[in-house]
């Protein structure tokens, strides 16, 4: 049985190991969110904001030319035609709706390629509330239009200077700023990572992806169930979505895909389930890679949005547990992959969602297998990437 306890625990990852400081807020939230989630206001805005913004439900297709050259029955849960390009605003949306039944005034979040930035931003200017997204220096050099898009939306960029000047130092900020503004403030978390409750709030919030494939399923194929769903896995908010609603269905394969970077073993890989040990990261105990001192190894990925020291800790328990497979794509696999599917099915995925598609290479099925591919972004993001690599892809 694959469930979270009341602590905030998957097995014996989870838990909220936060500093003093931060107790308040997030015992505030931890006391909180369940009925605020229940309650029939926030169901039905929460609802209507998914029907009528972001475009739910969002498609299954069914990828007949997939399919064939895989030989197996391969839908698409089309997660890229979500409003802003990705499965992400399926939980700011959740979350600012949350904050607001808690009184809060202002929003902070941080990001790393500036996706859920991106998406903090989008709700804010939604609902008129002030948006700080903090950010470490280089990412914002290296990710000028989603900067771009942020300040056009409204959102403040602050750049976190210290460290390495990335994701995790922005997240330090972001921390930071939480404890001095305790009262007024709701810290946004983009992934299914960080002190409980966050993991189990944003996995309900993405647990929509899972809600719609078990009808969509049902219209396709006459049963709700598929033989595998496939996601990749950064801190792993759209593979807890896709697989919520089957995480107890033992005849259901899941499949968590992660960044093998240059290789999994060279050096530059953020392939957390082979080199992760336990331990302690942004608030939660799960696996993470780590000297053996404890010092966070900095994950290398091409992909931006996989490229975290991290998983969450539902990921953890279910790689551990055995109850999902774990498979590690390299950077080429995840860009030759790109290259293919745009090809085959005339649409353009993420370098995310890539490295996703690549695992059809790695498993094992059956011909009578229905496989869902989580198709969480778009490429129009990976344009440059995609550019810069094409000629080697294409003697
Ligand atoms: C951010 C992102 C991811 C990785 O985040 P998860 O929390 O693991 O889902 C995957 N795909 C896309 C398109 C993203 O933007």
Redesign the pocket.
Known sequence: MIAIDQKGYYGEFGGAFIPEMLYPNIEELREQYLAIMADDSFEKEFRQLLKDYVGRPSPLYLAERLSEHYQAYIYLKREDLNHTG???INNTVGQILMAERLGKKRIIAETGAG??GVATATVCALKGIECIVYMGEIDIQRQAPNVARMKMLGAEVRPATSGSKTLKDATNEAIRDWINNPEDTHYIIG??VGPHPYPDMVARFQSVISEEMLWQLKEHTGKEDPDVIIA????????AGAYYHYLNKDQVRLVAVEAAGHGIHSGESAATSVLGTKGIIHGSRTLLMQTPDGQIVEPYSISA??DYPGIGPMHAHLIASGRAEAVSITDDEALASAYFVSKKEGIIP?L??AHAFSALDKIEYDSSDVIVVNL??RGDKDLATFIKHYDRFHK
Request: hydrophobic share 25%.
């Open positions: 990705a499965h992400k996706q859920h992934s299914v990749c896995v950064g801190g792993g908010s759209n593979a949005g996989l993420a995310e969602t969480s972004g």
